[in-house]
């Protein structure tokens, strides 16, 4: 009921992102084909000290747009190497865990990738849809009230190759996808196997990186030329609410560290989601879109959004074991536009 015009909709996101909407008019290409365009060269058995060197020196000619037509070995090639050394002792996010995710199951409860389902989603923002959205099951939160929780929570799903999504990609792009948007769950854990799906992929579909943005540097440095834009979760104002609902530390700081990394990976944009929690206006709502609206601008899309509903274990917690009320969304809209954002979804 507080949503601005369809119409109005699409303008604000093709000022806020300019680059997706290049990417659908044919003028530019998907961030990952221009990485997969940049010759490097590595021995795969290298360490992984020497290989985050080359990975640095590949880094600057993308930025650089020194491209190379059909490389031998690839930045992406590069990025794939480096990503499966990471999981032998995991630290994709930040919770670190460093167990051998080839042969034991990690605190995200994810060892080989597993897909819960994949399918043409018309259930986002405007500009996105139709999405061909792949959800992957496990997670490193633990939200009370995930409303995914029967994917996140548990391991369930289907495992495939990366010639099989690739394949599904490219099909769902023929039948309209805009995008492929990478979910769950949550997909850090399964960055090696999106690198090689998209080692695979032959259209030029844009790249979503639907996450709660709780990645490592090193993971960070990995996304960096694959992802065309982050579909962000900013959950928490405080680490405090962070630990208590979804049982992560140093949350802030994570996820702030990686929204200002995040400003200058290669032709990345951000649609950032925050879902308004009831009791959680003044210490979660308030201070997030005061610390977007200064560190990332007011020209970027948000979206603040009302669809909570207690779901899972929310009844556990009396404050937040309802939907939210009138008087809630209201000081949501009335935060939106007193930090002046001009390119936000509301409602």
């Known amino acids: 009921m507080f949503r601005y015009a369809e119409i109005d909709e699409i303008k604000h996101a093709k000022e806020a992102l300019p680059h997706y909407f290049a990417v659908l008019g044919r003028v530019e290409k998907p961030n990952f084909y221009y990485t997969r365009e940049v010759k490097v060269s ?198 405090r609410d962070a630990m208590k609902y979804s049982k992560v530390p140093h949350y802030w700081e994570t996820v702030t560290r990686n929204f200002l990394i995040t400003k200058d990976h290669y032709q990345a944009e951000f649609l950032i989601r925050h879902l308004v929690m009831p009791n959680h206006l003044e210490c979660c709502t308030r201070p997030i879109l005061k610390w977007i609206s200064e560190n990332l601008g007011r020209d970027v899309r948000i979206n603040v959004m009302f669809q909570y509903r207690p779901e899972y274990k929310a009844n556990k917690y009396p404050e937040i074991a309802r939907r939210l009320i009138y008087e809630e969304m209201e000081g949501a809209i009335k935060f939106v536009k007193h930090f002046g954002f001009k390119n936000a979804l509301v409602g």
């Open 42 to 239: 590595f021995n795969k058995n290298s360490s992984l000290e020497e290989l985050w060197q080359v990975h640095e020196e590949g880094l600057e000619k993308l930025h650089n747009n020194e491209l190379s037509e059909k490389p031998e070995q690839s930045l992406l090639d590069l990025k794939s190497v480096i990503a499966h050394k990471l999981m032998e002792q995991c630290t994709l996010c930040e919770i670190r865990c460093k167990i051998n995710r080839k042969k034991q199951i990690g605190y995200c409860r994810v060892r080989e990738s597993r897909i819960a389902s994949a399918f043409l989603h018309l259930g986002e923002e405007p500009e996105l849809i139709p999405s061909y959205t792949i959800f992957f099951s496990g997670c490193n939160f633990r939200c009370a009230f995930c409303q995914n929780w029967d994917i996140s929570q548990q391991r369930v799903g289907v495992t495939y190759s990366p010639e099989e999504i690739a394949i599904r990609i490219g099909t769902a792009y023929m039948e309209g996808a805009k995008n492929v948007n990478f979910v769950g769950g949550e997909p850090t854990p399964n960055i090696p196997f999106i690198l090689d799906v998209l080692k695979e992929v032959r259209v030029p579909i844009p790249v979503l990186w639907n996450s709660n943005m709780y990645m490592s540097e090193e993971a960070m440095r990995l996304l960096d030329g694959i992802v065309d834009v982050y579909l962000a979760d900013f959950k928490w104002g405080n680490d």
